[in-house]
Each structure stands twice: as structure tokens, then as C-alpha cells.
């Protein structure tokens, strides 16, 4: 999508008004109270195109509404990889399509994207999405797979290299707020945390079955977190079924002289390092990083999105190494963090942190 100026510019939100389709009244569930708070209740919000106005109001509140996800740093990710007509673009981490979805139009025409994503549940649609805006088969296709896979989609696709690839490594928000995937604290729910359902051990497994040493280690080097010794010790080897059971056995396993908000950032930490671990997250990104090059043609561009310090270090060592050898002609020289508006809009943003390399 492009301005008055010519230059690329973010969508405001996911939801197009004039896709809004007049659909015949149901009568919705009552809750209590004067807002929704269970996640199936926010009907408004995740039937977005049928209530554009009240999208609008979220948005403008600097709020994420539910089921949806907001692309962080649009504008800075296309200028670090300049898409042009006619080229072969990879999302990674194709999400709520949110990235994907500024990219296409600036490859056209006779360019494509390819959209990896390892969420069965999300990932088709999201294809629907981005089909219903006019990105058919000769513009967009999608695979069900994790980004450390990206070589074998390339061969699939008849592809020895391609011009652009963006890997957002953040969570999306739509797994953040449904309670049913298990990820956030803020409500109740299963406590699984898996991006495909389908396959690996749970967060409950991982904490049942797992020492207290073992635990301690995955706490310091998922999340950097300062109470992991304390927490391994009183959750390791126990059974939690839901996340706020989980959550509630933590704040107590905290130290008394720990403040309020410190708790608070120690759970989220918890449920980070968590996460990272049972979808082997740092496993797959250093297989990435190793076979990135390979998946660039000449020239080609490459932006990631990191969320935390153990990410930011991989990517960081990476380029330098590739700057060094001349796989990579250039790299940033420092990572680019999201604006002070995009902070205020988005406050999801505040850990981001972008890098970009460029293919000799």
C-alpha cells in the first residue's frame, strides 16, 4: 500500500471498512458487566470487519484487538529490504499476514511472496485473508513449517534463492490473548503453550517432568531471569494444568522483598522462557541462521525481528560472522527499535529489536 507521497506506509490496523458485509442479526451470549472479559465474548473484536468502528476506537486507545495482530515496524522492515516489481519474497513467520500483506503489492507485478508458518491453526487464515485481497496462487502461496525448514520450501517451490526474507520471531497476538493456546497469564486456560498442537510435550509436561536444575538453567538462558533458581525450586517436578495456577505458584515462590511489578515481569518472564522451550525456538533459529545465506540470492536482503537477548545475540554473532568471511556485504550496525509513536500505539513493540543483512 502506498501514500500520496509514493513511499510504502503500514495499514492502520488488519481491517479493511469496505470489506464490511451486512450479515443478519444473531443474538449474541450476555455476560456480566459492562464489557466483555472472557476471550469468546469479545465477538466484536474478532468478527473485526462486521464492527470496523469499534476496531477503529481500539486502535486509536493504542490496544491490540483480540484475535488479531499488529505488524511492528512496517515502515523500517521495508526499508531495509526494499522489495521491487518482480521479486521472490519469504515471510518466515507469516502470522496474522500483517507484514506479508505491505509486501506483496510493492513486489507486483510478476513477484511473489511465500509464507512459512508452523501454526496449523492460524495459518489457513491467514490464507484466506490474503487471498480474499486479491493475492491468488501466482502471488502467494503458503507451507505449514517452521523457517528452520526454509531450505526444503525453497526446493519445493523450484527456488534456488530468493531476493527478500523477513523472520518476525515474536509471538503473535493472536496465540497471546486465546486463552485455549495457553501462552499469557492474563487468563485462564490450559497451560500448553505450543505453536502446533500437534506435536511435542506441553508446558505442563515440560514443568512436571523436568529437575530443578534444568529448569533453572532454561529460566536464566530463555528469559535472563534473576529469581530462577528460586522459581526452579519450588515449581520443577510439579504438575500445573492451567496457567494461572501456574502463574499463582510462581508470585509465590518469589521472594518476599520483590516488588509488585517485578513479580509481574518474573511471571511473564517464566511463561517467555517456557515457551521458548517448548516450541525449541533458539534450536530453529540457530539452524536458520546457518542456512540463511544459502536461501539469499545475490544482493538479497534479509530482516530479522528479535524479542529478547538471547535472540538478539544469535542474529548479532551471525552477520558479524558472515560480514567477516563475505557472505554478507553489509549488516546493521546497530539493531533499530520501533519508534516513539509505535511505542505509544503499540506498547507490544517496547523488546523489539530489527537487523538487517545484505547478501554479497
Known sequence: MRGNDGHATPAPGLVDPSSVNSQPHRRRTRYPGKNPCRFADKYKELESADHPEMIRKLLAAGKTPAGTHRPIMVAEILLALKPQPGETAVDC?????????????????????????????????????????GFGSGTFHAHRSNFAGLPKILVTEGLGGVDLILADLGVSSM???????????????????????????SASDLIQGISPEKLARLLADNSDEPHARALAGALAGRRFDTTLALGNAARLALPQSVAEADRVKSIRRLFQALRI????????????????????????????????SGE????????????????????????????????FGNPRSSSAKLRWAIRR
Not at 101 to 117: F, K, V, Y
Request: proline fraction near 8%.
Open 175 to 201: 496465540q497471546i490473548d486465546d486463552p485455549a493456546r495457553g501462552f499469557s497469564v492474563k487468563r485462564d486456560g490450559p497451560l500448553d503453550m505450543r505453536m502446533n498442537p500437534q506435536r511435542g510435550q
Open 312 to 343: 538478539d545475540r544469535r542474529v548479532k554473532k551471525a552477520f558479524e560472522a558472515g560480514l567477516r568471511n563475505g557472505t554478507y556485504r553489509a549488516i546493521a550496525d546497530e539493531p533499530i527499535r520501533p519508534s516513539p509513536s509505535e511505542l
Open 277 to 308: 522451550a517448548v516450541n525449541e525456538e533458539l534450536v530453529a533459529l540457530d539452524q536458520f541462521l546457518r542456512v540463511l545465506p544459502e536461501c539469499l540470492n545475490s544482493g538479497g536482503r534479509v530482516v530479522l525481528l528479535t524479542f529478547h
Open 93 to 133: 513467520t507469516l502470522g496474522y499476514g500483517g507484514h506479508a500483506r505491505e509486501i506483496l503489492p510493492l513486489l507486483q507485478p510478476s513477484g511473489r511472496l511465500i509464507g512459512l508458518d508452523v501454526d496449523p491453526i492460524e495459518l489457513p487464515k491467514t490464507e484466506a485473508r490474503l487471498q480474499a485481497l
